[in-house]
């Protein structure tokens, strides 16, 4: 095996890295995770994932842990409602869904985002996880590198793997190619413990998703495990709209006036959101890399997830492709029909960017349809179809 030997660290514990890890050490790789996270407990936070059949489903099952995952995901919580802008509803699967129908192409698994890292954590050799490692440089070292930590510590490493998400600190060592923005911003917002302050909204929801959408923007939120929501204010901006639109994130009345303002023709069904929200909200300006980005191997250094591919959110694809670069990129590194880790790195390389292209080609296009003002009608026919 062309990794027999040698010592591989991820760079990021996020959902990419940690598969990539327990792949790995199924083949008897050496492998490290380094996480900026301070430890285990560091509550992980963000919307709920849903998993897919071809991706995310599969590296979980080729690991090992399609009994464990029915055990965390969350029967029921991808029943979904789709209404106009007055909350008012015209598709709804909450009789029909069933709660688990593992198998079906259709079936998309929802999980939190905790219980999927602490599978993934549960699943590792101990002390594969070494916490409070916030990469901040590398320099090479012999025929590795030798990783810098902003806690002053260092460790070698003979094959490098950016696992580290969206802003990576890795990726410039590979290609200077970044993100550009979609033109779509997403407002972040957070509500706790919503049958008691959302009690409306969270009847509505039923443990489900809702996406509304009207007049070119939309709404987009679902329950969490713990009995909080999350929402997403979605609507098209320009690119520096949250340093620049005035606003104090942390005042939910200018927030919700700003809400009337933005959303006019929008019902009163909404302002609940914003009089009862966690702050400070939290805007999210939405990027994409490049469709046709492209880099030569180098010999000993690859990434995968968001640290490759930021994708939109708009097909739930981004932690699905995570998870299936990291089943590729670990089949490709234990394989023995490759002679150097360079030639298996161009070979995972080369498929995963063709894959991640498609995925963000398919959001980025499901980003304009649900910003569109014919967005109901069109996600109804989807939908509908399904
Ligand atoms: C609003 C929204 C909704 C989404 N919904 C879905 C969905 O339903 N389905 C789906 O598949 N995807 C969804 N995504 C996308 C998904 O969240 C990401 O694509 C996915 O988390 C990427 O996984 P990753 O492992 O590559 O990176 P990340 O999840 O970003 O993990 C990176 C890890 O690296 C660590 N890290 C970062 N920097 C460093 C450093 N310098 N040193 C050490 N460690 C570091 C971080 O702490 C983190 O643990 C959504 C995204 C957004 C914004």
Redesign the pocket.
């Known amino acids: 095996m062309i990794t027999t030997n040698k010592q591989i660290a991820i760079?990021?514990?996020?959902?990419?890295?940690l598969t990539l890890a327990r792949l790995l050490q199924i083949k008897g790789a050496n492998v490290k995770v380094?996480?900026?996270?301070l430890n285990k407990n560091a509550r992980v936070q963000?919307?709920?994932?849903?998993m897919h059949d071809g991706s995310?489903l599969v590296a979980i099952t080729k690991a090992g842990l399609l009994d464990e995952f029915k055990k965390v995901f969350r029967p029921g919580a991808d029943k979904k409602l789709i209404t106009n802008e007055y909350a008012e509803i015209f598709f709804s699967d909450h009789e029909t869904k069933q709660g688990e129908n593992f198998g079906s192409e259709y079936f998309r698994p929802e999980i939190d985002r905790g219980p999927l890292r602490n599978m993934l954590l549960e699943s590792l050799q101990p002390e594969s996880v070494v916490w409070d490692?916030?990469?901040?440089s590398m320099q090479k070292q012999n025929e590795g590198w030798l990783l810098h930590f902003k806690n002053g510590s260092s460790a070698y490493a003979d094959v490098i793997i950016a696992?580290?998400?969206?802003?990576?600190?890795i990726r410039p060592y590979i290609t200077n190619i970044k993100a550009f923005y979609s033109g779509i911003t997403?407002l972040?917002i957070n509500i706790q413990d919503a049958a008691k302050a959302t009690p409306q909204m969270d009847a509505m929801l039923n443990g489900g998703k809702i996406m509304a959408f009207g007049k070119g923007k939309c709404m987009l939120g679902g329950q969490k495990g713990n009995g909080d929501i999350g929402f997403?204010a979605s609507f098209k901006t320009d690119k520096s709209w949250a340093s620049n639109s005035g606003l104090d994130y942390s005042d939910k009345k200018q927030m919700l006036d700003w809400f009337k303002k933005e959303y006019t023709e929008w019902g009163s069904n909404w302002y609940e959101l914003f009089e009862h929200a966690a702050t400070p909200f939290i805007p999210?300006p939405v990027y994409c890399m490049p469709l046709e980005q492209t880099w030569e191997a180098l010999p000993n250094v690859t990434m995968?997830?968001?640290?490759a591919h930021i994708?939109p959110?708009f097909a739930?694809?981004?932690?699905?492709?995570?998870m299936l670069d990291a089943l590729e990129l670990s089949e490709c590194l234990t394989d023995d029909k490759y002679s150097t880790i360079q030639d298996a790195i161009s070979f995972y390389e080369t498929n995963m960017r063709k894959r991640a292209a498609v995925a963000s080609k398919e959001s980025l296009d499901n980003g304009e349809l649900m910003h569109s003002e014919k967005a109901l009608s069109i996600m109804l026919e989807f939908f509908g179809g399904h």
């Open positions: 760079v990021g514990g996020g959902p990419g890295g380094y996480e900026r996270d963000g919307s709920p994932l849903d995310g490692s916030h990469f901040i696992a580290d998400g969206a802003n990576s600190k997403m972040e997403y999210r995968l997830g968001d640290a994708i959110p739930g694809e981004g932690a699905n492709m995570a």
